[in-house]
């Protein structure tokens, strides 16, 4: 009898604890009575809405570029300065005159010279003259204290000015002008939209103008003044191309410096226009010749419409929203 009532008292004691697991069990798996699967009346977890995440801050990169270019040559490239990459058209090794764009070169390899000396205040004043109002008196007489010569040297070969733009800045195709009635004269120098971003990467890099001046001279290119509009004999305004074709938000992620140049020359009845612009992302360079009957505001608008087309990304992109993550239940 003793021994059955043990035994009933034993059952009962493990239903008891069954029943009172159970709801435990139950309790937990439903979060507390937070619902399970939306039982119980709880509410889902809310998961917060993705933030957009805002595009890059735009600048020059490598892309298609078109234009509905009616002329003799056009060529352009872009270095990327912190991979040293250049891109362009086909022919960014086929070379064209530098026209004025040279007298950034010019000033630079003078100033160089200089090290740590000042020039003298005529001098100096030249070399601002030259760059900024692309003065042709003012930069002539730089490049004779640089060390220039009109004279012709013997074998074809450029003059010692040009001669250390191509070793101090690692050109490949730049050569001596070879059309007789000019031939010795700096803007005549052949030069390649590939090698004009790499004088432009070596300007702003420091080799050019060296410790002391390339700050100066890089002022100095940022601050070209004067419209397409504003030219006269031997000097003009230069401020237009590459410049026109950037965004507000490139401009204001610093100075971007520029050197233009630009003469309609009568042995082939051309307009011969080169842009070049640099800042400490990249340098991009475009040259033209086209028929005179077009005139210099078609050079500047084509400079500027290459450099519209590789901005990155374009205006206006839509912002990137991440994908939403799955929510808890």
């Not at 300065?81 to 891109?87: C, E």
Request: a positive charge; aromatic letters at 6%.
């Amino acid at each position: 009898m003793r021994s059955r009532v043990t035994m009933v008292l034993a059952v009962l004691a493990v239903l008891l604890g069954a029943g009172l697991l159970v709801p435990t069990a139950y309790a937990k798996l439903a979060g507390d009575g937070s619902g399970l699967g939306g039982i119980g009346g709880g509410a889902a977890e809310q998961v917060p809405a993705p933030t957009p995440t805002p595009p890059p801050p735009p600048t020059l990169a490598a892309g298609p570029v078109s234009v509905n270019f009616k002329g003799e040559f056009f060529g352009w490239a872009l270095m990327d300065r912190k991979t040293g990459t250049v891109s362009g058209s086909k022919n960014m090794a086929s070379t064209s005159s530098t026209e004025s764009m040279l007298k950034a070169w010019i000033v630079s390899d003078y100033l160089r010279q200089l090290g740590d000396k000042e020039p003298s205040a005529s001098l100096k004043r030249d070399a601002s003259l030259a760059i900024r109002d692309s003065n042709d008196d003012a930069a002539n007489r730089v490049y004779k204290a640089a060390g220039g010569s009109y004279k012709v040297p013997a074998g074809g070969q450029p003059g010692p000015v040009v001669k250390r733009a191509i070793s101090i800045c690692g050109l490949t195709d730049t050569k001596r002008g070879n059309v007789a009635t000019y031939e010795g004269w700096w803007s005549f120098t052949r030069m390649s939209p590939r090698d004009a971003v790499r004088l432009g990467d070596c300007i702003a890099d420091g080799k050019a103008a060296g410790r002391k001046w390339t700050k100066w001279v890089l002022n100095e290119m940022a601050q070209v003044r004067g419209s397409v509009k504003v030219q006269q004999a031997r000097s003009g305004g230069g401020k237009w191309g590459i410049v026109d074709g950037l965004p507000a938000e490139i401009k204001a992620q610093g100075p971007v410096a520029i050197k233009n140049g630009w003469t309609p020359l009568s042995y082939d009845g051309n307009w011969h226009v080169s842009c070049l612009a640099v800042t400490d992302k990249w340098s991009l360079a475009v040259m033209l010749r086209y028929p005179q009957s077009s005139k210099l505001e078609y050079g500047a608008k084509v400079c500027a419409s290459v450099a519209t087309q590789l901005v990155t990304p374009q205006p206006g992109a839509a912002l990137k929203v991440p994908q939403q993550p799955v929510g808890k239940l």
